[in-house]
């Protein structure tokens, strides 16, 4: 059974930093690409940043790019989103997910998903 375990998901202050983390476990972690997407009330599903099985290519969303970024420990079976000067837009449930085969940007490509947790950024 795959089971992906988001955490980290805090309230913040805005320009303060925090780091998601998403454990895995049923799955081969390195043969999948991770993507995380977040959720605000109201909005659809959006991507954040995914990164390849190695690590070594990440890619993000333009409303993203600089601020976050996305690692991987295969030995640990976690990828990590490190967010900093976040904002209040950036406010959102966030989730990780887990996709065999290339990069996407599209949520309903990937498999497996995380339950999710909340970042709050007060303004």
């Known amino acids: 059974q795959v089971q992906l375990v988001n955490s980290g998901g805090e309230l913040v202050q805005a320009g303060g930093s925090l780091r998601l983390s998403c454990v895995a476990s049923?799955?081969?972690?390195?043969?999948?690409?991770m993507g995380w997407f977040r959720q605000a009330p109201g909005k659809e599903r959006e991507f954040v940043g995914v990164i390849t099985t190695t690590g070594i290519s990440t890619y993000y969303a333009d409303s993203v790019k600089g601020r976050f970024t996305i690692s991987r420990d295969n030995g640990k079976n976690t990828v990590y989103l490190q967010m900093n000067n976040l904002k209040p837009e950036d406010t959102a449930v966030y989730y990780c997910?887990?996709?065999?085969?290339?990069?996407?940007?599209?949520?309903?490509?990937?498999?497996?998903w995380g339950q999710g947790t909340q970042v709050t950024v007060s303004s």
């Open positions: 049923g799955l081969i972690f390195g043969k999948y690409v």
């Open positions: 997910a887990a996709r065999w085969g290339v990069v996407s940007t599209a949520a309903p490509n990937y498999e497996f």
